[in-house]
């Protein structure tokens, strides 16, 4: 590439790959407005938890939203005087935005031991902690549990306790890393159940076990969206499943939940959606005794959940 004069090899270089950048975060399909969108649902996620006295974790959102904001100030100035983050920085700060926009609305005004748990959850973003996958998977769980009228308490970091009619249950949080990683997370989930000292459900954080999905690049409205996402999630777990059965012993670990946030480009609208998809499947033997109850608990929370839609 010829050097135009005045410039140097270097600032040629950075224009070229803040240009090939700028290519990329249009090719993702999310328009400005969705990015100026994400940094407002930052903006007022902050502000929610600060009405809310929340006086600690506060910067969690600091980071992903100037991440975004650079993507915005880059679509509008390509010479804007800002380090480029990569289009893989900027989908992964959209996407936790989203869920703590989502965990926020959800928790801000919550009782105190979980209101505790989600300033926990901030707090170990900030210190990028090791655990934060696993902390956001069990507040969504938590989340969906108190919206089924489901009694649910924390324990721990990505643990808690719950009622299911009567039967006190436990419920540990664990990441898939990669496609192939079920089985391993499942010997962990268990583990935890048997440190609880309760039988219950394991929650798989699939989102980032989950290959890449063209049908979601751009759909017709968002519940062909949910359709396909759901269609995309059944894809990976169903041949998986039985393995994950198998590998645990079903005494302790009767039930996996699987939650997934996955995000596309709805024509209908020209906005980004995101989506939070769970699953719950039994993992115990057909005739085992808790099988009713447990079926009655996993149709409560597969009703419609709130999603983000940008």
């Not at 936790?96 to 300033?119: D, G, M, Q």
């Not at 990028?128 to 009694?151: H, N, Q, S, Y």
């Not at 699987?258 to 959606?273: I, N, P, Q, T």
Request: with cysteine; net charge neutral; aromatic share 6%.
């Amino acid at each position: 590439m010829a050097t135009t004069r005045g410039e140097s090899p270097l600032s040629t270089a950075v224009s070229s790959e803040r240009q090939r950048l700028r290519e990329e975060y249009a090719a993702s399909g999310f328009s400005t407005g969705d990015y100026e969108y994400l940094r407002q649902q930052a903006d007022d996620s902050t502000a929610a938890l600060k009405s809310a006295g929340l006086t600690r974790g506060l910067d969690a959102l600091k980071t992903p939203r100037g991440v975004i904001n650079a993507a915005v100030r880059l679509l509008h100035d390509p010479a804007a005087e800002v380090a480029p983050p990569t289009n893989a920085e900027v989908y992964a700060a959209g996407l936790l935005i989203s869920r703590l926009s989502r965990l926020t609305r959800a928790f801000a005004h919550a009782p105190e031991a979980w209101f505790n748990a989600l300033a926990s959850l901030l707090e170990s973003i900030e210190a990028d902690a090791d655990d934060i996958d696993a902390r956001l998977a069990l507040l969504e769980f938590a989340a969906a549990c108190r919206g089924a009228k489901v009694k649910i308490a924390p324990h721990g970091a990505a643990r808690a306790s719950l009622d299911l009619e009567g039967w006190k249950c436990g419920a540990a949080a664990v990441v898939v890393a990669h496609g192939d990683g079920l089985t391993e997370a499942a010997k962990a989930g268990e583990e935890a159940l048997r440190e609880l000292r309760l039988p219950g459900i394991i929650i798989f954080e699939i989102t980032s076990a989950l290959p890449p999905a063209p049908r979601l690049a751009r759909v017709a409205n968002e519940e062909t969206a949910l359709a396909e996402m759901r269609r995309h999630l059944d894809t990976y777990i169903e041949p998986r499943l039985e393995a994950v059965a198998h590998e645990v012993n079903t005494d302790f670990a009767f039930a996996g939940f699987f939650s997934a946030v996955m995000s596309s480009v709805v024509v209908s609208s020209g906005r980004a959606f995101y989506a939070w998809c769970p699953r719950a499947a039994n993992l115990c033997p057909p005739r085992d005794a808790r099988l009713t109850r447990l079926e009655r608990f996993m149709h409560r929370l597969s009703r419609p959940q709130p999603r983000t839609a940008l």
